[in-house]
């Protein structure tokens, strides 16, 4: 079990970066679960569970498949330029869980 919350930018669980100008979306095998804290992200092929401890973040991730890249989507949602950064890392450790995959271009 894990929990994602926006903090500082760093490599995902995979040692590489997260690249936000990438096309993402959430795994076809992840749930998500709205909660008044966030969310619950479950994915059925690892068995992982993951909270997503911020209403925005939730926003964010739910905007991915709608927008050209995971930044766009980050803006979307209404984050502030100060906190993109924060959002950004959250999104990375997603991706290195498993619960984010690329998404091919249409």
Known sequence: MTAATPSRA????????????????LHPSVSVRPEPFGA?????GTRRLTFLKDRRLLDVVTALHDQP?????????????DDVPRYTAALARLAGAGMLARREAP
């Not at 936000?20 to 979306?25: C, L, M, Y």
């Not at 890249?69 to 330029?81: E, H, K, N, P, T």
């Open 40 to 44: 619950l992200l479950y994915h059925f």
């Open 10 to 25: 760093g490599p995902d669980a995979s040692g590489s970066r997260f690249d936000a100008s990438g096309r993402w979306e």
């Open 69 to 81: 890249s995971a930044l766009a989507a980050i803006r979307a949602a209404g984050v502030d330029a």
